[in-house]
């Protein structure tokens, strides 16, 4: 059986330009921020909201995803 690629990302606290860029260089999302990433896993680790300027776009994202 041929294992799930997953990409593991932590501590987003609401930078959701760079967030955005990970998810881009993965291959997990396209340029309107729909998933693209086929059968791949994304696991977030840590805090989404708190410090950055856009945590609830942020949560809004995950939430999409």
């Known amino acids: 059986m041929k294992r799930k690629r997953q990409i593991i990302v932590?501590?987003?606290h609401g930078e959701l330009e760079g967030f955005r860029e990970i998810l881009c260089n993965a291959g997990l999302i396209d340029g309107k921020d729909n998933w693209s990433g086929g059968n791949s896993?994304?696991?977030q680790t840590g805090d989404v909201i708190d410090r950055g300027p856009c945590s609830r776009e942020?949560?809004?994202l995950l939430r999409k995803l």
């Open 10 to 12: 932590g501590d987003i």
């Open 41 to 43: 896993i994304l696991i």
């Open 58 to 60: 942020a949560v809004g």
